[in-house]
């Protein structure tokens, strides 16, 4: 068991679907939808390929504003650390129901 779910694999996938549902849910005029892909990739960028949950929770600025450079890239936009938060959040409450919600400070 690995947080919750079977294996590493199915947590990291249901992570990646909270994230960018909630991205392509929220933000405006995204003409182009992500999918699980681009949120692994973005997530494990930021955080390694064996990121866990209390790691999304923990996230720190750095990470943070890494997400949100190359989550504007994909959006052609600029996105703020608030939003990166955000969508975050939405995928921790997506995958883990009862999480640390991550304060965005800045």
């Known amino acids: ?13 249901s ?7 909630w ?3 929220v933000v405006p005029d995204n003409i182009e ?17 064996d990121f866990r949950k209390q790691n999304l929770e923990q996230a720190n600025i750095e990470q943070i504003r890494s997400i949100a450079i190359e989550l504007g890239q994909f959006l052609e936009r600029d996105v703020t650390t608030k939003e990166v938060c955000s969508f975050i959040n939405s995928a921790l409450k997506q995958s883990f129901g009862d999480f640390n919600e991550l304060q965005c400070t800045t």
């Open 15 to 21: 992570v990646c679907d909270g994230f960018v549902n």
């Open 33 to 49: 939808l992500l999918c699980n892909q681009d949120g692994y990739e973005i997530l494990t960028s930021a955080f390694g390929r």
């Open 23 to 25: 991205v392509n849910d």
């Open 1 to 13: 068991m690995v947080d919750g779910f079977e294996s590493h694999e199915d947590m990291i996938n």
